[in-house]
């Protein structure tokens, strides 16, 4: 399918994600409206030339939608997917862009029968949240991923495909268990360890902690400057893989506090050396 | 005290840190010379003009410094500081450049009366390692801890304030106990986090885990890519700190993960918010 043959799409949910894939729509000459909750949102992702028209219900742009992205918290748009599911005409094809996939799933199946579903994921972000931080970049060389449904046909799937590589991605096809288990250890649980260690920090006695904490610091803890509710919806989510990984990396952080705690440097230095190297093997020196 | 009085400085270790500082004081014609461990790195070293002799002896180098700045992992520091300032002519100044600054510091307490010694950790680094990945701009900006010791007077706290300003830092005068906790809470906690995250992820069931990591995991696990000899001696020497900081963290990753895993929402929408919002207050909204 080539970009040419993209149906118009609606975007439900205009904040960074929606409104990088309406620029990056937009920018290929593919109509695109939008849903979405405040008028000062929908406002501005006209000005900025994310969408060409839209409105706050979705009643007003369902029935006339053929391709739409769901781009909102993933509790939001589980319940938004269902609402447009019931609203949609045969043949619309849905499709979101939460970070867990099993619940959304879940949700796609229970669709009417006669409306085509496809869950995605694309794996890019950044910590500003909201349309004035959308790029029609963002998706450059990221891989998307897509889920097949109870609801999925072959249209719909090409339709997705097409989606991902217009916004520049590589669609990647994955079963949602997989999915679910791989972004807790790469993804959920990493955004919760960084919270908790700003709230350690921040409850630590000293003052000294803000004046010295430099751009380890900063790295490390960047994805807990994202949006709360994004954040709550996609641990809430994927609970079981996210307590799964959990309990792996305590058995892991254990390890190595007891290492330092019983002078067992060997042991310190060898765990720290495999997980150099594991990093090493995937992002190079750099990066 | 301007950058043209200070004396000629002699670095022992010539890795990420002595090399940048090398490099620096090279560039504002202030003499240096180096030890170090192996004539490939100490070859290296004058190539770069990092600095203009040395050798692999401290015996050979130590009885004419005048300022000498030990950059080793901590523990490889504490016995090289020793062993200067049994070397050390009287009025030679020692410092460090350790990331944790008690068992230092306790060190210099204990060298010969005569030798001046200053604590330092200048809070700048990357996480690519040794001579070649030496920058005189390394420390630009960046804050220069210090701590006085029993060894210390004017003259040397002023040469150590100048040579932390010479390579472009901030010199801040800290107590080695503060120092250490708050160092704790932001950099050596981070670092076995983020190495307990690599490793978990890499002792999850999927494989996919390695294909979907992007930015968001190359930077929170960024800072555990770094010399595991670094990081095995950073934890070693501030273990009590560290444990502190380790339970404040699990105290907050296990209310988050309760959280999650009870469905509470707003408790979770709220401790993500604090987290969010004082990194926010830290580092603004991007960064």
Wanted: proline share 5%; hydrophobic share 45%.
């Amino acid at each position: 399918m080539s970009p040419a043959t993209l149906p118009p799409v609606l975007i439900v949910g205009l904040g960074l994600i929606g409104g990088s894939v309406g620029l990056r729509l937009r920018e290929q000459g593919i109509a695109v409206r939008g849903v979405t909750r405040s008028q000062e949102t929908l406002d501005r992702a006209l000005e900025l030339g994310a969408v060409q028209g839209g409105s706050l219900e979705l009643t007003r742009e369902v029935p006339d939608a053929r391709l739409i992205l769901v781009a909102a918290p993933t509790q939001t748009s589980i319940r938004l997917l269902t609402v447009a599911g019931e609203l949609a005409r045969p043949g619309t094809i849905l499709t979101d862009a939460c970070s867990s996939k099993q619940e959304v799933v879940a949700a796609m199946n229970a669709l009417p029968r006669g409306i085509a579903a496809i869950g995605g994921h694309p794996m890019a972000g950044k910590e500003l949240a909201g349309i004035n931080a959308a790029d029609s970049r963002l998706f450059e060389g990221a891989t998307w991923v897509l889920t097949k449904t109870e609801r999925s046909d072959a249209a719909s799937a090409a339709a997705c495909e097409t989606l991902a590589t217009v916004c520049g991605a590589d669609p990647l096809w994955v079963e949602p268990e997989e999915h679910d288990d791989a972004v807790a250890a790469i993804s959920h649980l990493p955004l919760l360890a960084a919270a908790a260690l700003v709230l350690a920090a921040e409850g630590s006695r000293s003052e000294l902690v803000w004046r010295l904490a430099s751009s380890g610091f900063r790295d490390i803890t960047r994805i807990a400057a994202g949006e709360p509710e994004m954040g709550a919806d996609l641990a809430l989510t994927n609970s079981p893989a996210l307590h799964e990984a959990a309990t792996l990396f305590d058995t892991h952080l254990t390890s190595l506090l007891d290492a330092a705690h019983t002078g067992d440097k060997p042991r310190l230095q060898h765990l720290l050396s495999q997980a150099a190297s594991r990093r090493r093997r995937m992002y190079g020196g750099g990066g």
